[in-house]
């Protein structure tokens, strides 16, 4: 496996630090959080989280507005770094490495765990050089114009646009856009896909399309996806964690979560009692 510490080989690697934490952990998913909590500045968003993410299935994080969901996603591939005074304790692995620990870059991090956001961001440039830029900068050698079609084909674009791939990806459709940024993201070929909120600005013909492809991607991927939309984390998810102010109430495979769950807590919320 592709490790992506830079530390030098003398000192004792992250790698090793991780492991000696894997011994610990049973029923290890392909991504992990390990009692982690997540401050801005002071206050504690996310608190105490324990969550395994398993592999080649679709996870679902349910939970009122503001209970953390966004926050947690990103901490899964070291996104909450870029947006400021942000502290995170606890560790979250994927596989077993500790993406924290020192010496880990976190550009590799999130080339192997990829995100998308809620509202489609290409950039201001050709839909072939949406996709082919991560491939890019990342030095790949390969056949571009391969990758470029197989990542579209995946992102179930490639029959709507083969013929204008030079043509803005600013003009496409806001579905369009949002397949777009996922081809963009399976480009650097990634093993895990966070996704927050990616059909909420879209239309239900839209939705029902990025659904149906996260069907199909997690046949090669793992995914995990914020929704606020309860039908949506049913529909789509293998399994769900239900948030709330800041932490895990409840996490299960999606069909037990919402026909039996275990907590009242969680059948307040999916019955719409409260949030
Ligand atoms: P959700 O995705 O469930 O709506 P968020 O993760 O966006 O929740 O937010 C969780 C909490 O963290 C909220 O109280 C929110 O106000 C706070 N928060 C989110 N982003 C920031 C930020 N950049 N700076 C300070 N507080 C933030």
């Given at each position: 496996m592709t490790m992506f510490t830079t530390e030098p080989?003398?000192?004792?690697s992250s790698r090793e630090k991780a492991l000696e934490k894997k011994d610990v952990a049973s029923a290890q998913g392909k991504l992990s959080a390990r009692d982690v909590s997540i401050y801005y500045g002071s206050t504690a968003a996310i608190r105490n989280v324990t969550l395994e993410i398993p592999e080649r299935k679709v996870t679902a994080i349910i939970g009122p507005s503001g209970c953390g969901k966004s926050t947690l996603l990103r901490a899964f591939n070291r996104m909450n770094e870029l947006v400021g005074d942000v502290r995170l304790t606890g560790q979250v692995l994927l596989e077993e490495t500790d993406i924290y620990a020192p010496g880990v870059d976190p550009v590799e991090v999130r080339r192997r765990i990829g995100m998308v956001f809620q509202k489609p961001n290409p950039f201001p440039k050709t839909i072939y050089k949406n996709v082919a830029w991560g491939p890019k900068i990342n030095g790949y050698r390969g056949n571009m114009d391969e990758l470029v079609e197989d990542c579209l084909r995946r992102a179930a674009l490639w029959d709507e646009v083969k013929d204008k791939?030079?043509?803005?990806?600013?003009?496409?459709?806001g579905g369009q856009q949002q397949r777009l940024c996922i081809a963009r993201a399976l480009a650097t070929r990634p093993e895990v896909l966070l996704l927050d909120?990616?059909?909420?600005?879209?239309d239900p013909i839209s939705t029902a399309c990025i659904e149906e492809l996260l069907d199909q991607l997690k046949n090669e991927l793992t995914i995990a996806i914020v929704t606020h939309n309860m039908q949506q984390a049913a529909r789509v998810s293998d399994h769900t964690a239900f948030l709330y102010v800041g932490e895990l109430v409840e996490f299960g495979a999606t069909e037990q979560l919402f026909t039996k769950p275990k907590l009242k807590r969680t059948e307040d919320y999916i019955t719409g009692r409260f949030g």
């Open positions: 080989k003398s000192s004792i791939l030079n043509k803005s990806g600013l003009e496409l459709s909120e990616p059909a909420s600005a879209l």
